[in-house]
């Protein structure tokens, strides 16, 4: 079987060595003619913890990882604008 790739944003980082991809597909509806948004997420392996939230990524379909990851991160296709560190120039800015 061959394998499949999609292009989402990173909207999760939180868990060690995963990310959650939201892929976003916009089809013409059959009856109506209108153009129709569906998003779903998708757990990714992110083997070096790399990837941040607002990050372009493309993800590959692999074996089974776990219980819910069959997916893993291959290439970044666009940085966030604005976050370089995160929340940690934030935070050490006010204080």
């Known amino acids: 079987m061959a ?6 944003v990173v909207v999760s980082d939180k868990a060690e060595k995963t990310v959650s991809v939201k ?11 209108k153009v129709v948004t569906r998003t779903k997420k998708y757990a990714a392996h992110d083997e070096s913890n790399e990837f941040r ?5 493309e993800i590959l379909s692999v ?12 290439r970044l296709i666009e940085r966030a ?15």
């Not at 892929?23 to 003619?33: Q, T």
């Open 3 to 8: 394998k499949k790739t999609l292009v989402g």
């Open 23 to 33: 892929v976003e597909r916009r089809f013409m509806h059959p009856l109506y003619g």
């Open 53 to 57: 939230i607002g990050d372009r990524v």
């Open 63 to 74: 074996r089974p990882v776990s219980k819910t990851k069959a997916w893993k991160v291959t």
């Open 81 to 95: 604008r604005g976050v370089e560190g995160g929340l940690a120039e934030v935070a050490g800015g006010e204080a």
